[in-house]
């Protein structure tokens, strides 16, 4: 049974920084590509970032890049999210899934697996 625990959110003043963790178990995801979506209150699932579990490929959505960066730890089967110079806008509850694809998808519907989210709220 495959698992996605996200952890790391928190309140944070604008400027500021987190690294959110989603630890995965369950199946190999040598495969797979791991994202990060995040939903704000009102508002659509929207994408932040992607990555190919090996190999390293990224893509990052236009509001996120340059601030945020998406990573993977093989040996810990750990997926992160450094998240810098944070904004209010940036206000979520933030999920990681995985893809059973290499290729670097940002529809949610194209990921198989979700995590419970893991709020994080940024101050002005």
């Known amino acids: 049974q495959v698992q996605l625990v996200e952890s790391g959110g928190g309140l944070v003043q604008a400027g500021g920084s987190l690294r959110l963790s989603c630890a995965a178990s369950g199946r190999t995801f040598t495969w797979y590509t791991m994202g990060w979506f995040r939903q704000a209150p009102g508002k659509e699932r929207e994408f932040v970032a992607c990555?190919?579990?090996?190999?390293?490929?990224?893509y990052y959505a236009d509001s996120v890049k340059g601030r945020f960066t998406i990573s993977t730890e093989s040996a810990k089967n750990t997926l992160y999210l450094q998240m810098n110079s944070l904004k209010p806008e940036d206000t979520a509850v933030y999920y990681c899934?995985?893809?059973?694809?290499?290729?670097?998808?940002?529809?949610?519907?194209?990921?198989?697996?979700w995590g419970q989210g893991t709020q994080v709220t940024v101050s002005s």
């Open positions: 899934a995985a893809a059973s694809t290499r290729s670097l998808v940002r529809d949610p519907k194209d990921y198989d697996y």
């Open positions: 990555i190919n579990w090996t190999g390293g490929s990224t």
